[in-house]
């Protein structure tokens, strides 16, 4: 079964920094699989922000983090990282990561439909 654990959320002020951690389990070292970082705001829909392929660590952003956030990877550790610098209040939302081995990242914005494995999700605060 594979599942994801976010940790790394909390309060930070506008203009500071925070790194928010997934660790996966359950995919076999041979599986190829894409991870995503995806948000939501009150009463707003969930938002893809950036996405990694496993086996290639090809990366998408979407235009509002491009610059600002980076995704990366810890294989070792099975841990996937989203650096998130600059951070501004219109960022603070529910942050989830989620994977899916049915659809790669590409030059698109990641689809909350194309992934089937989703985290429980942390709080980011961004005060003004």
């Known amino acids: 079964e594979v599942q994801l654990v976010e940790s790394g959320g909390g309060l930070v002020q506008a203009g500071g920094s925070l790194r928010l951690s997934c660790t996966i389990s359950?995919?076999?070292?041979?599986?190829?699989?894409?991870v995503g970082w995806f948000r939501q705001a009150p009463e707003k829909e969930r938002e893809g922000i950036s996405c990694?392929?496993?086996?290639?660590?090809?990366?998408h952003y979407t235009d509002s983090v491009k610059d600002r956030f980076t995704i990366s990877s810890d294989d070792a550790k099975n841990t996937v990282y989203l650096q998130m610098n600059t951070l501004k209040p219109e960022d603070a939302a529910v942050y989830y990561c989620?994977?899916?081995?049915?659809?790669?990242?590409?030059?698109?914005?990641?689809?909350?439909?194309?992934?089937?494995?989703w985290g429980q999700g942390t709080q980011v605060t961004v005060s003004s």
């Open positions: 990694m392929n496993s086996w290639d660590k090809f990366t």
């Open positions: 359950g995919f076999t070292d041979d599986d190829e699989y894409e």
């Open positions: 989620a994977a899916s081995a049915l659809y790669y990242c590409s030059n698109y914005d990641p689809r909350p439909d194309e992934y089937n494995y």
